[in-house]
T-cell receptor, first 112, second 116 residues
């Protein structure tokens, strides 16, 4: 199993809503990531979890809150987002930080 | 610090023609190198990787890349492209060092468009 599964695939939310993005992998990887990708741009790293601990936070606004409940799961909690936060949010995992990363299919988020 | 430069933002090519997508990197230490492909509204899929060993790396869908340490390049090639190869291609690099601070750095991407 070399899959990273993300849910939901699409999400539309208002600026006052609270929602969560979910990511799951069963490859035994110990590093998991959240990336944000705008159209025609490369993925931008948001957070890295290494051995279930937050190791990198790339100065992401506090309206994005990551959580790693266990080694297979990664969540991204969203609250009071802005329209400019609309993007494709990608989850990835790798055996160790910075090594070969497997990506999920992404969640297309639209903030209205 | 490390960086990746993809020299061409768009590459149009006719079907069955060869193609080369260029990637150069900068790093003070040895690196791992990757090429990913992204189809519209999808995640990134690994095409191929260079970790060590032979500098010519073969990947999926008939793609290959050659690691050139002296020129700090990792260009992607395919001898004959298909319409289905139309996608965005990202080169990425990671430093060979230990620790949780090691990161994957992406280039800006190259849009390959295969024309009939």
């Amino acid at each position: 199993d070399t899959e990273v599964t993300q849910t939901p695939k699409h999400l539309v939310m208002g600026m006052t809503n609270k929602k969560s993005l979910k990511c799951e992998q069963h490859m035994g990887h110990r590093a998991m990531y959240w990336y944000k990708q705008k159209a025609k741009k490369p993925p931008e790293l948001m957070f890295v979890y290494s051995y279930e601990k937050l190791s990198i936070n790339e100065s992401v606004p506090s309206r994005f809150s990551p959580e790693c409940p266990n080694s297979s799961l990664l969540n991204l909690h969203l609250h009071a987002l802005q329209p400019e936060d609309s993007a494709l949010y990608l989850c990835a995992s790798s055996q160790e930080p910075g090594l070969l990363a497997f990506f999920g299919q992404g969640t297309r988020l639209t903030v209205v | 610090a490390q960086s990746v430069t993809q020299l061409d933002s768009q590459v149009p090519v006719f079907e069955e023609a060869p193609v080369e997508l260029r990637c150069n990197y900068s790093s003070s230490v040895s690196v791992y190198l990757f090429w990913y492909v992204q189809y519209p509204n999808q995640g990134l899929q690994l095409l191929l990787k260079y970790l060590s060993g032979s500098t010519l790396v073969k990947g999926i869908n008939g793609f290959e890349a050659e690691f050139n340490k002296s020129q700090t390049s990792f260009h992607l090639r395919k001898p004959s492209v298909h319409i289905s190869d139309t996608a965005e291609y990202f080169c990425a690099v990671s430093q060979i060092s230990s620790g949780s601070a090691r990161q994957l750095t992406f280039g800006s991407g190259t849009q390959l468009t295969v024309l009939p």
